[in-house]
């Protein structure tokens, strides 16, 4: 399995930003998929989850409304689109693959190295 992230970098406060993972490795469209994220001296946080299908997204309340998961199956790629970013939206940036189909928080087994997010005007 290798997920690698793309697509971090500098934006200004409101500012938007789309971040990519690429799958391969195992078959991307049998199973959900996640974002999380985490800050210098915080742990680890859920951002983002889609179901397999595409079909079922769940979001941490901090990002609602302002970030929007989806992913490609043919394209075996997964997107997190940022909008109307904060400076406390600066992080490193993980997807990860789930253990199911089902879009949830937990359980999740691989993970990406990450790509850098930070919000600076």
């Known amino acids: 399995v290798q997920l690698v992230e793309s697509g971090g970098g500098l934006a200004q406060p409101g500012g938007s930003l789309r971040l990519s993972c690429a799958a391969s490795?195992?078959?991307?469209?049998?199973?959900?998929m996640g974002w999380f994220r985490q800050a210098p001296g915080k742990e680890r946080e859920f951002v983002a989850t889609i179901s397999a299908s595409g079909g079922t997204t769940y979001y941490a309340d901090s990002v609602k409304g302002r970030f929007t998961i989806s992913r490609d199956n043919a394209k075996n790629t997964l997107y997190l689109q940022m909008n109307s970013l904060k400076p406390e939206d600066t992080a490193l940036y993980y997807c990860?693959?789930?253990?199911?189909?089902?879009?949830?928080?937990?359980?999740?087994?691989?993970w990406g190295q990450g790509t850098q997010v930070t919000i600076s005007s």
């Open positions: 990860a693959t789930n253990r199911g189909r089902l879009a949830t928080m937990i359980n999740y087994d691989y």
């Open positions: 490795g195992f078959t991307f469209s049998s199973y959900a």
